[in-house]
């Protein structure tokens, strides 16, 4: 029989309750009864906990797993249910076991060694005890990221799905256990040796490549074979007159490049910095009240008038420009130069 208490000794077994307890604890007991729609838990001292109602349903398959004499673990959800009892859930030992190790991995930084399980075309699927984990494209090294010319979704699947069943070092870098969901990165799962490598490389440095891949966004160079140390070439770092980059640059091709970041795990490129701003080059050769030809290239509805007068190097013509048909070309004063901002203001007088 469960000790049912009358209503009138409520107030007094509560103030008799123990001074350490209180709603959200969690305390070990044993299964003393189960019976349709409710369960009972000797929580030793404490006294006896019962599930019921909405929590009960809650951990009905937790409750089906358990017998009576069992040891649980409850958390305290009220102080009486009606019946001298504290209302009370169950928590899943392994469930909670489980998590505090993935806390443990993401506190102590653990490097994991895991099969891939599956892949789609945001990422890998892979799992840390018995929860299924996650690995974004964004979080892959440059050795498995996948460099599908044009971007094709369904090129960049099937190079994910060559990675299934392969293990990759892999580090945990956020659990939701609420939400069961689990980030992890490959990218800082690398070994010490890569990053003991990368440190003989420094930003401004003027390094050698080969095109390990071409994407619409920029180009991948390896400049080292062992360990492989790749690096990016954003689209905004090639010179403009090369940014058609798919039908201008091809894998394996040599290339040569700056680095101009290094920020962690990543290299960022340029080719752009290898020669000097053609607007720099230009305020050194030239100056203010200089007189030059250009060529109309652009009029924007008599409003002003766009001029080229270097190649990469254009000005802009505010004054007198009715006769300035696009392709003629005329004598411009300069009237002001900001290499900075890339501006050129010129005048023309007929």
Sequence with gaps: ??????????????????????????????????????MFVDLLHYGVGRIYGREYQACKKLIDRVR?????????LGVDDGFGNYEIVLHDVQEINKWAKISECIKNKTILRL??????????????????????????????????QGDDKNLILAT???????????????????????????RLGMSESYHEELKKYSEGQIISGRIVGVSAFGLFIRFQDNPPLEGLVHISEIPEKMQDIEERFKIGDEAQVKIIKIDSDRVNLSIKDLSEDPWVTFEKSHNQGDALQGTVVENNQ???????VERGIRGIVFENIQELEVGSTHTFKIIEINPTEKKLILSYEK
């Design 68 to 76: 009576e004499g069992e040891e649980v673990v409850a958390k305290i």
């Design 1 to 38: 029989m469960i000790n049912r208490k009358p209503a009138q000794n409520q107030k007094s077994e509560f103030l008799r309750l123990p001074k350490n307890i209180i709603i959200g604890s969690l305390i070990n007991g044993t299964v003393l009864k189960k019976r349709r729609g409710e």
């Design 160 to 186: 994910l799905k060559q990675l299934v069943a392969q293990e990759l070092s892999l580090r945990i870098i956020s659990s939701d256990p609420a939400s069961g969901k689990l980030i992890l990165s490959e």
């Design 115 to 148: 099969p891939v399980l599956e892949a789609n075309r945001g990422g890998l699927i892979v799992e840390v005890e018995g929860v299924r984990g996650f690995v974004p494209v964004s979080q892959l090294t440059p050795q498995h990221y996948p460099r599908v």
């Design 302 to 308: 008599d409003i002003f008038v766009i001029i080229e």
